[in-house]
């Protein structure tokens, strides 16, 4: 396939899975903000408002990571229910394209999601340019290294109905136990180190570094960029390599 | 018959498949679904890969549309390796898959048309193609209705149209009338046919043999993950051993009639697969007792009968099941 080949391909699936629905199904949107919202509730009520913007900055990290599991559970569905993988495979569109797609679609998808993060944002707190150009490239990565792990996983499941087991683990585990609606400091010292096996952790400390919040060294600044840079790499690399487009 | 790359040219062969065997690992129990099949299928001609359900059929089709990889053996399409080359065999192939169903969530415009796109044809050919498409299997009128409103046949109607929509030159079709009312049946076959006027190479696999017969230009029975038979339906039932059926009811016993040939019950009667003497033999002796009696030529429901020794309707014994699906 040739560049131009791609880029429709690319565009087409996009609109497909992120138009489309937003046009068809406008309820799922709710869906997808339910998460994000209901905790960022939770948190400002708990706190008294004090972790508002603590728990802005963790929406959109769990805003982004929702696209990796909705990713994993269309794919899944695609592939399981829909035979829409193997429609796909015996056609000129490739595996990364694809995957691509299906993940620009669910960035897609997420827009008004971000969209309403990003007003609470502005609301209250400090906006600046550097604080944007610190805040997209997080959150980007985020979606890739998201993206990379929901493949990986939707190629693997052979029923549907574990996917949504493990959606929910996997949210669990990047978002929920994690400090990302929550400063790392309100961990016990001891189970501290713990929570920067998840690469949210990381990411959840840039946004807050770049929302004024937790202002960061530039050692841990560079460290955080490094890591979460490496897990997306890792997850990608995985995905490419052990991810099934053909079966065996 | 049976030695099928012997009975085709396969320098005129759109896909050549040699020696090619699955095994799955189920648990600790090696399954094979497909065992040392060698095919011939011509360019240009509707094929029919018949069988019942878990005869390898499926197994078959998604090797050769680089969906499944093969245990042993090679298999080229238009003379690229599916295993090597299958990228550049994918530049000329679309399949429907047994199950799949369209996105519900799009109109039968929509889901033709970026098919294509994601094909990576450009807006214009896309647009040209879809429209096209829709004229020709009298979809226009349903254009821009959700799949998820339309009927089963209309639905597979619409993925069929999807794929005869691409410029591919060889087209899958895994059991494309598979639960459909006979009505929607003829809907998709018309479909089906116009992909043999643009001088496409279109592997059809069903269990239902009258759908074989009506469609295709040579069929190829599997059972039990091994070719059986193969050719056209007129050199198929040439080649069986005995090529007439003579339904008897009344008049006689079965020990009466098992000098004629290979007697089975049928529907308060006998069928006897008989050569041709006998089959008129046996039909005059009928008249003569007022039996009711009808004699013609095998058909391939038959043929299988007397080649796998059951209807295609009834399993097989489990231990020559084929795995992973027909």
Known sequence: MIERHRMRSLLALAYMNGIVPMRTQPLYLLGVMASPLSFLFFITVASHGLLLRTAVAGGMVLTMVSIGTSLQSDMSHYRQDLKLQDLLVASPLEAPIYVAGIALSELVYSIPGIALFAVLWVVNAPVSLVTLVEVVPVLLLVWAFASGLGFTLATYFADVRETFIFSTLISLALTVVPPVYYPVSFLPPAIQPLAYLSPTTFAADLMRNAFGLEPLSVLARATDWGVLIGFTIVLLTIASFKSRWRDV | MSAALSSTDPGGAAIVARGISKRYQVGRHPIDALTEVDLAIPKGKIYGLIGRNGAGKTTFVRIAATQLLPTSGSLTVLGQDVVKDASRVRLSIASVPQESRPLYFLNVDELIFLYLMMRGSDRVDARQRTNAILDELSLTSVRKRLVSHLSGGMRRRAMVAMVLASDAEVVFLDEPTTGLDPFARREVWAAIRRAKRDR???????????????????????????????????????????????????????????????????????????????????????????????????????????????????????????????
Do not use: C, M, N
């Open chain 2, 200 to 326: 496409r190479t279109v592997l059809l696999t069903t269990h239902y043999l009258d759908e074989a017969e009506a469609l295709s230009d040579r069929v190829a029975l599997l059972e039990g993950g091994r070719l059986k038979i193969e050719g056209s339906p007129s050199e198929i039932r040439e080649s069986v051993r005995l090529p007439y059926r003579v339904t008897v009811q009344g008049g006689f016993s079965r020990p009466e009639l098992e000098p004629y040939g290979e007697v089975s019950p049928f529907d308060g009667g006998f069928i006897v697969f008989a050569r041709e003497p006998a089959a008129r033999e046996l039909a005059l002796a009928a008249l003569g007792r007022g039996a009711r009696v009808s004699l013609g030529p095998v058909s391939l429901e038959d043929i299988f009968l007397q080649i796998v020794g059951r209807p295609i309707d009834q399993d097989a014994p489990s231990e020559e099941e084929g795995g992973g699906g027909g």
